[in-house]
């Protein structure tokens, strides 16, 4: 199974502040990755797909990006609706294994 | 628009069989393919199995010596089953349509729980 390494497991940061959470896959999965968004007591959303691009409604300060095997999720202005859990996936072959989260909090 | 909807037991004896449905509607089930993920509390999601949308099946291979999922087309609905469960088997249950290999739409979940 292709395992995927996110970092860091939690993450607090100031409203308007650039955030970052990367993950890492085990191999190579090229752009078959997307990001997810778990609000508290909610189902996950897809965020980004494709590693770098926007799903429907999604907000522009989130972007996605990729060196390598590395991929990396970035909101560039860090507002007070973006807490809560993300989790990265690949897409690249069964079983579709997800990362074990980034909790993202206000300081 | 497109809706998912989970529904079930909420708790299941150890070594009893699991059995959940999922109602769609917004999107047609041979058009679309639908996939169970769960949750375990607390930790990240796991990929358990898909629905094709054109009846076939795949299962993630640790959990394929148990789990089975089916459809009714007519009733919009895919089913999961899943035998042998165990306390590790707890967690939040949810169906999601498959949009290419993403997951664009979640049900709300189901929780579960195995205790005796």
């Known amino acids: 199974d292709i395992q995927m390494t996110q970092s860091p497991a939690s993450l607090s940061a100031s409203l308007e502040e650039i955030v970052t959470i990367t993950c890492q896959a085990s191999?190579?999965?090229?752009?078959?990755l997307a990001w997810y968004q778990q609000k508290p007591g909610k189902s996950p959303q897809l965020l980004i797909y494709g590693a770098t691009s926007l799903a429907d409604g999604v907000p522009s300060r989130f972007s996605g990006s990729r060196s390598g095997t590395q991929y990396s999720l970035k909101i560039s202005r860090l507002q007070v609706e973006d807490i809560g859990i993300y989790y990265c996936?690949?897409?690249?072959?069964?079983?579709?294994?997800f990362g074990s989260g980034t909790k993202l909090e206000i300081k | 628009q497109v809706q998912l909807k989970e529904s079930g037991p909420g708790l299941v004896q150890p070594s009893e069989t699991l059995s959940l449905t999922c109602t769609v509607s917004?999107?047609?089930?041979?058009?679309?393919?639908v996939s169970w993920v769960r949750q375990p509390s607390g930790k990240g999601p796991e990929w358990m199995g898909r629905?094709?949308?054109?009846?076939?099946?795949a299962y993630n291979s640790a959990l394929k010596s148990r789990l089975s999922i089916s459809r009714d087309t007519s009733k919009n609905q895919v089913f999961l089953k899943m035998n042998s469960l165990q306390t590790d088997d707890t967690g939040t249950y949810y169906c999601?349509?498959?949009?290419?290999?993403?997951?664009?739409?979640w049900g709300q979940g189901v929780m579960v729980t195995v205790s005796s």
């Open positions: 191999q190579d999965i090229g752009n078959w």
């Open positions: 629905m094709w949308y054109d009846g076939d099946t």
């Open positions: 999601t349509r498959n949009w290419s290999p993403w997951f664009d739409y």
């Open positions: 996936q690949q897409a690249s072959s069964a079983p579709f294994t």
């Open positions: 917004g999107f047609s089930l041979t058009s679309y393919s």
